[in-house]
């Protein structure tokens, strides 16, 4: 099973920006999707940015226009570029593998917008 393994996260100021890293123990056979999800105390994780093996990407409408996903396949990693950063961002962020019919979970990040 893959290993993922996050970095980034940090405390920000309102209207500033972070970006997280994650990196994959090994390549991956398509297809599979990449992505970063986040939760908050007492909510559900919930998937706010992928990118299949193909290259598309796609984005929970609460970070669209603010949040763009990348990987590098060379050097199996993929990144969060977080712009904009609103202090309802705050959570913990998760690198997330869909592939081979199951999915599998960093341990997070911990992101903290705040004045």
């Known amino acids: 099973q893959v290993q993922l393994v996050e970095s980034g996260g940090g405390l920000v100021q309102p209207g500033g920006s972070l970006r997280l890293s994650c990196t994959l123990s090994e390549s991956l056979v398509s297809p599979y999707v990449l992505g970063w999800s986040r939760q908050t105390p007492g909510k559900q994780r919930v998937l706010i940015a992928a990118?299949?093996?193909?290259?598309?990407?796609t984005y929970d409408d609460a970070v669209k226009g603010r949040f763009t996903i990348s990987r590098d396949t060379a050097k199996n990693t993929v990144d969060l570029q977080m712009n904009s950063l609103e202090p309802e961002d705050t959570a913990l962020y998760y690198c997330?593998?869909?592939?081979?019919?199951?999915?599998?979970w960093g341990d997070g990040t911990e992101v903290t917008v705040s004045s």
């Open positions: 997330t593998v869909f592939v081979g019919g199951s999915v599998t």
């Open positions: 990118i299949n093996n193909g290259g598309s990407e």
